[in-house]
């Protein structure tokens, strides 16, 4: 089973898929190991997940890949910000684009997302959230 961390913006970071030992709190100790805990409480477990303060997740992830070899992260928390001289541009041109989208939107004739703002110096301003990042992180 692969050790999943899932990021969400202004919540706690989750972990998912430790190995079971066999040991009663052995999941609370790997992680109280991996984040340098000093006190209980820093590792919280609720419905069959482990979470720890987000200014615990770099320590974490780094951490568990070490002792596991690789952990799984899903981050959660783009947001793509397309301007409409992006969509309104010629389709063709969509290598040159410099907005967040990268091109996605360029020359679509119709904003991406949301509009929310509508008088910028490269006309309307939208946004739509992105899908999560997900990656490996390896020993």
Not at 54 to 79: D, N
Not at 98 to 119: D, Q
Request: proline share 4%.
């Amino acid at each position: 089973m692969t050790v999943t961390v899932t990021i969400r913006p202004g919540a706690r970071t989750q972990i998912r898929g430790l190995p079971w030992t066999g040991e009663p709190g052995d999941g609370y100790a790997v992680l109280e190991e991996c984040i340098g805990a000093t006190r209980r409480g820093q590792v919280r477990y609720a419905s069959g997940v482990f979470s720890v303060a987000q200014s615990h997740t770099q320590a974490l992830v780094e951490a568990l890949a070490c002792r596991f070899g690789r952990v799984h992260v899903i981050q959660y928390g783009g947001i793509e910000k397309c301007v409409e001289a992006c969509w309104n541009a010629k389709a063709d041109t969509a290598i040159t684009c410099e907005c967040s989208c990268a091109g996605a939107n360029h020359g679509t004739r119709r904003p991406r997302g949301k509009v929310v703002s509508e008088g910028g110096p490269s006309g309307a301003l939208s946004v739509a959230s992105t899908g999560p990042r997900k990656y490996e992180v390896c020993r």
